[in-house]
């Protein structure tokens, strides 16, 4: 079963612009976190957002939590080639006893 | 400090073979646990532990055994490998977790890449 779904699938941008992905969640929650994944590789974590918070920064990242409407974004400021990847969110369900669920993911492109 | 260490990182199994495959971690992490990841989908939880001694299944266990003598080391044994076991392993660890906040960041190994013929 899938608790995060992301949106959209996969996204092209020019090196320089915004980049927002979405995710949304079926139940509540205590926290939801982004990660990324350079092709081949690990992931790696970039935020955590808990769910008594709103909006959480991170260099160019900034993260939003609308617990009302289940749902998080992600935005990348002025991308990079090396933001190119694909971006996970994954949720801590209240009573999920310690298990994180994961989104499909998108797909980041970033063109130079 | 080499965070989440798997091994192997490349592997070819016949159909009935087994195997373990091996996750280490030297951040003194109390959970830890393993993932699938197969094409066009997120990661799917194995299993897990919580400490040395304990563990717990997760989403997608069946065809899978751990085991957690040390908190050291988390390895995963495939009993009798199947193609639909053709995929991605990760393995992940992470600080105490705390039940009132929720679970940590997740540290994660390179991965395995599992095909079974």
């Known amino acids: 079963s899938q608790q995060g779904e992301e949106d959209p699938q996969a996204l092209s941008i020019q090196e320089g612009e915004n980049a927002t992905m979405n995710c949304s969640y079926k139940?509540?929650?205590?926290?939801l976190q982004w990660y990324r994944q350079n092709s081949g590789r690990g992931l790696v974590h970039l935020i955590l957002?808990?769910?008594n918070e709103r909006e959480k920064h991170s260099g160019r990242l900034r993260v939003t939590l609308d617990t009302s409407k289940k749902s998080s974004s992600l935005l990348i400021t002025a991308s990079r080639a090396a933001d190119t990847a694909s971006y996970f969110c994954a949720t801590d369900a209240t009573g999920s006893n310690y298990q994180l669920i994961w989104g499909a993911g998108t797909k980041l492109i970033i063109k130079p | 400090n080499a965070g989440v260490t798997q091994t192997p990182k490349f592997q070819v199994l016949k159909t009935g073979q087994s195997m373990t495959l091996q996750c280490a971690q030297d951040?003194?992490?109390?959970?830890m646990s393993w993932y699938r990841q197969d094409p066009g989908m997120g990661l799917r939880l194995i299993h897990y532990?919580?400490?040395?001694?304990?563990?717990d299944q997760g989403e997608v266990p069946n065809g899978y055994n751990v085991s957690r003598s040390t908190t050291e080391d988390f390895p995963l044994r495939l009993l009798s490998a199947a193609p639909s076991q053709t995929s991605v392993y990760f393995c992940?660890?992470?600080?105490?977790?705390?039940?009132?906040?929720?679970?940590?960041?997740?540290?994660f190994g390179p991965g395995t890449r599992l095909t079974v013929t």
């Open positions: 992940a660890s992470s600080y105490t977790l705390s039940r009132a906040g929720g679970t940590y960041e997740q540290y």
């Open positions: 532990s919580v400490g040395a001694g304990i563990t």
């Open positions: 957002i808990r769910s």
């Open positions: 139940t509540s929650i205590n926290n």
């Open positions: 951040m003194n992490h109390e959970y």
